[in-house]
């Protein structure tokens, strides 16, 4: 069992930044993939971006890229997502997520995360 906890949620105007954590404990596994996700209400959860914990190796979609980053410090066991130029379309829970594939998906992840709240007023 593989246990994640996020933190860094919150509220924030257009243009802002915030700083998602995952710290993951329990049997993790360094040739996991970790990633975040993000559902809002009345929607299905949806991949935001993905990183393998061994390589470093990262995936975004196309509506994030240039603007989140996401990185890991192995040391800590943590995954992190740094979202910068949010806008009030990001607004979302935000997921973490472990799993076995790269680029994770909501289908193959095993481990969920309970979900942070991200607000972008306008």
């Known amino acids: 069992q593989v246990l994640l906890v996020e933190s860094g949620g919150g509220l924030v105007q257009t243009g802002g930044s915030l700083r998602l954590s995952c710290a993951a404990s329990?049997?993790?596994?360094?040739?996991?993939?970790m990633a975040w996700f993000r559902q809002v209400p009345g929607k299905e959860r949806k991949a935001v971006a993905s990183?393998?914990?061994?390589?470093?190796?990262?995936y975004y979609v196309d509506s994030v890229k240039g603007r989140f980053t996401i990185s890991r410090d192995v040391a800590k066991n943590t995954v992190f997502l740094q979202m910068d130029s949010l806008k009030p379309e990001d607004t979302a829970v935000y997921y973490c997520a472990a799993g076995p594939y790269f680029p994770l998906s909501s289908g193959t992840a095993r481990y969920w995360g309970q979900g942070t709240q991200v607000t972008v007023s306008a």
């Open positions: 990183i393998s914990w061994s390589e470093g190796r990262t």
């Open positions: 329990g049997r993790t596994n360094s040739g996991y993939v």
